[in-house]
């Protein structure tokens, strides 16, 4: 197997993303320090996506508040899970605030989720839904709990 098959190679790195349980303390908090501006849109700084998909394997619907700021070519990437269940809301109730997962941009999502689950990842949480851009949560790692998501652009 080359490096470029077994590796996020070429892959471009998109987003950190944390989750916290306020996100307009959050974004008011960094901005105080410097950071932003935050903005999910142009005309908002905190919106709620509803999703529907799997969590663990289930069918699951739940919703997020999102804002973002930019960091040279990375974002940051504040997530309040704001109803539903969801693997924000497991991760905020069994660690607290924090560094939630990495995010990479994908043009071949479905066969990203083939090759990394054949080399033992786990499907922690996804929303695939045709004619929308689709994502993946893989399980965090023993090493930092980390989770991976791969997202279309």
Known sequence: ?????????????????????????????????GFGPFMFDDEHKVFAIDFKGELH???AQWTTKISNAK??????????????????????????EGLHHIGWLTTDLAGDIERATARGAKVWTSSIVPGQPGFVY?????IGNLAIELREP
Not at 76 to 83: G, T
């Open 71 to 96: 960091m040279g070519e990375v974002e940051l990437e504040l997530l309040e899970p704001y109803a539903g269940d969801q693997a924000l809301k497991e991760t905020l109730d069994a660690q607290g």
């Open 57 to 59: 394997g289930k069918p």
């Open 1 to 33: 197997m080359s490096r470029e098959e077994g590796s996020f190679h070429g892959k471009r790195l998109h987003h950190v993303g944390v989750v916290v349980k306020d996100i307009d303390k959050a974004v008011a908090h960094l901005e105080a320090l």
């Open 138 to 142: 893989f399980e965090g790692s023993d």
